[in-house]
């Protein structure tokens, strides 16, 4: 169903194939509807119409270049004034004519059939993280290996833990082999990995939590986590990225009273983690969250050599469109999406909004450990011209009312800045056991790419001693 245009760039190529790849995601999901009502003539209207009908069980959407900048239009939109006079004087003189509002790709697709939204938000999961299996339950992995070759090992490992464990916890859209990638990618991060595993003050065992992101809260992935380290009575250090800093929170302030520690430590380190939720994932920015996550996927390609699968950003957005569509009827904001937030888990249970009851209870304290928390954060701006993406979702003087805004503020593209910090304003008053690891503002350094940074390798080794 998504298909290129003649106009597409080769710069969005990359979105086209990975559209294509997961286009029958939601196979079986959809509601039924006659194949002869919905005839080439009607296909073709379809196409031509700037917007969905709400009573179609059909839907068109399209992800549009707009000057550099990637958006999730509903339907195709129409071309402006004069543009396609322009596109032809320009090549009969044989002069490049860059138009805005090109389309890179279309996808039709039929409507979610009712109930089906968690089924295809699971979906969504299984592709992110093959390792969770149909049930989309959580659980523990051990790395195994020595001197930089490394893998995850594929039967479940539980506590109660003994000794020294270290334990990483993934963020959204991810899993613990991407994580275990990053820590691979640099000189820095293979060296943390080989003393972990065998240096002189290795850990008794390292292991990662692999989770779905999605179709589960935060909230639930805690109380796995919390099961499968029930008893434990070793010391405990955590690297947690993005909303895997929210599941430990849950974990350790919620369901901690199942750990015996006596006073062992337990030591985390959060990753751009939305402690105080993420604007990204508030209902009022969905749609342009969309857009944003789709231009993510180009500057993660290129920035991070992400290609193919690796890369969920390219495809994500897509497909969480289909299921905001399928709900709403249309590619807009309505009343309906602040309940479309809702039905996705994993996404309200890290919505910053002042009505998030999650995240509300979970700041009143008191925590059921005593843990020791530490930050890595960044605000990301960049002045390269091919990135000009992060100033169209961001507000960044007073007055700004640009329509496409997510961020009110410093962001790492992913996570509100303020928020990596923000533990609460309960009379409890946890606070971070010392300065974070602060990139400032970085023109390097954003929400996927922090355990790349020696800086946050040498913080994460100082802080674990």
């Not at 239009?73 to 009969?92: K, M, Q, Y």
């Not at 992110?128 to 930089?148: E, H, M």
């Not at 691979?184 to 293979?190: L, N, R, S, V």
């Amino acid at each position: 169903m998504a298909q290129d245009t003649a106009e597409a760039s080769l710069r969005f190529l990359s979105h086209i194939e990975a559209a294509d790849r997961t286009d029958d995601l939601f196979a079986g999901l959809h509601v039924e509807f006659d194949p002869e009502s919905e005839s080439v003539a009607g296909l073709r209207r379809r196409r031509r119409r700037v917007a969905n009908s709400p009573d179609s069980p059909i839907k068109l959407v399209s992800l549009v270049d707009e000057n550099g900048v990637l958006y999730w239009r509903d339907g195709i939109p129409a071309p402006e004034p004069g543009s396609v006079r322009r596109r032809r004087r320009a090549r009969a003189r044989g002069e490049p004519f860059a138009r805005e509002g090109s389309v890179v790709l279309a996808k039709e697709f039929p409507v979610l059939a009712p109930n089906q939204v968690i089924a295809a938000l699971g979906k969504i999961d299984q592709r992110l993280n093959a390792a969770i299996g149909v049930s989309l339950r959580s659980w523990l992995r051990q790395l195994q290996g020595s001197n930089g070759n490394f893998t995850l090992g594929n039967v479940e490992v539980s506590g109660p833990f003994t000794g020294r464990t270290l334990l990483f916890v993934h963020g959204t859209f991810s899993n613990a082999a991407n994580m275990l990638d990053e820590f691979m990618a640099t000189p820095a991060g293979q060296r943390f990995l080989n003393d972990a595993m065998s240096g002189a003050k290795k850990y008794d065992r390292v292991i990662f939590f692999e989770h779905a992101t999605l179709s589960v809260s935060p909230v639930i992935n805690a109380l796995e986590l919390g099961r499968a380290f029930a008893g434990s009575t070793g010391a405990i250090d955590v690297i947690a990225h993005s909303r895997g800093g929210l599941i430990v929170r849950w974990w350790l302030e919620a369901f901690g009273s199942s750990l015996q520690l006596a006073r062992k430590p337990v030591r985390v380190v959060f990753a751009g983690s939305p402690l105080h939720g993420t604007s990204l994932a508030a209902p009022d920015k969905l749609q342009n969250a969309m857009s944003l996550i789709s231009n993510i996927g180009s500057f993660a390609e290129v920035t991070l050599k992400l290609a193919g699968t690796a890369n969920p950003f390219l495809w994500v957005g897509g497909k969480l469109v289909e299921v905001i569509v399928s709900v709403t009827g249309a590619l807009a904001k309505t009343p309906l999406v602040d309940a479309l937030v809702a039905l996705i888990p994993g996404l309200a249970g890290q919505s910053a909004v002042s009505n998030n009851h999650e995240i509300n209870r979970l700041r009143l304290g008191p925590c059921a450990v005593d843990p020791m928390y530490y930050v890595v954060k960044s605000n990301f701006e960049t002045e390269n011209p091919r990135w000009k993406f992060w100033r169209n979702f961001r507000k960044e003087r007073m007055g700004d009312i640009a329509a496409d805004i997510v961020f009110p503020g410093k962001n790492d593209l992913v996570v509100d800045t303020a928020s990596m910090t923000d533990l609460g304003d309960s009379e409890f008053k946890l606070k971070l056991a010392a300065d974070p690891c602060d990139f400032g503002t970085s023109d390097t350094v954003w929400h996927c790419n922090y355990f790349r940074q020696d800086k946050t390798i040498a913080y994460i080794t100082e802080k674990f001693g």
